[in-house]
């Protein structure tokens, strides 16, 4: 009798392991999932910036994440502020609204375009901003996969643009977790030659290791973490250049606004 609760118990951890959540916090780049009918998920947690600028171009850097499913090709985003100190621009944070829209959906590759506004607080004030990417996906074999995205960031009062792209492999591991290793190229153009100013911009290659664990098919741990390889010549100090993020996701099921259940009886004369 112990066996057979014993293996009951291991038959249902396995179930629920297999159903992974998919976050748009893993690693550095969004997912290309888009929210089943009326889903909603939560996505919070905090993220370390050991460079000296802000990231504002990082849109999984964000405090929290709440993502509403609107149908299978769209979903509604909020994103809501972290506050951090870093060396340009000190208690910075970021609340935008969202859309992701999902246009290629085969067997193989999936891609989904994620766009939005938002306003950026500063400690002298406040700016607006306006960014979009197109997240893509590969699937390799049915447990690896290859990510991609590029985007384009802008911010206006103070002018800030920043672009790059960010690729990654994507491994599953025994269906409960997932290992990230990847490449994140930044430009970000701090300051326009113009009015007798010098152009003041960053380039950047970062690498990437990012993990998540499913704790249960609703509720999983991510972690990330963002290191300097490359750096441009005669660019202002980006401090040490590492991120280091963190964070919790809970996902609920959600159900058609309308049950698919039209019963129609022949007419009787």
Partial sequence: MKILKVLGLLLFVNSICKAQVVSDRLGFISSTSILEDNGFQIEAGHTYNGTNYSLLNLSSATGAVLRKGVNNMLEVQIRLPEYYTDGVNPTTG?????????????????????????????????????????????????????????????????????????????????????????????????????????????????????????????????AAVQLPLAIGENQPAIGNGMVIKGGLVISFAGKPWREKKVKIEPEVY
């Fill in 94 to 222: 970021l609340t935008s609204v969202m859309a992701k829209i999902g246009f290629a959906r085969t067997a193989k590759v999936k891609c989904s375009v994620l766009g939005g506004v938002g306003i950026a607080a500063f400690s002298g004030g406040v700016g607006l901003y306006m960014g979009m990417s197109i997240p893509a996906q590969l699937e390799l074999t049915q447990a690896l996969r290859l990510r991609a995205e590029p985007s384009f960031n802008l911010l206006i009062l103070p002018s800030r643009e920043s672009a790059g792209i960010s690729l990654a492999l994507q491994q599953d591991i025994k269906d409960a977790a997932k290992v990230e290793v990847g490449v994140n190229s930044r430009f970000i153009l701090i300051q326009r030659k113009e009015f007798g100013k010098e152009r003041i911009f960053s380039e950047v290659l970062y690498g990437t290791l990012a993990t998540q664990i499913n704790l249960t098919k609703f509720i999983a741990l991510d």
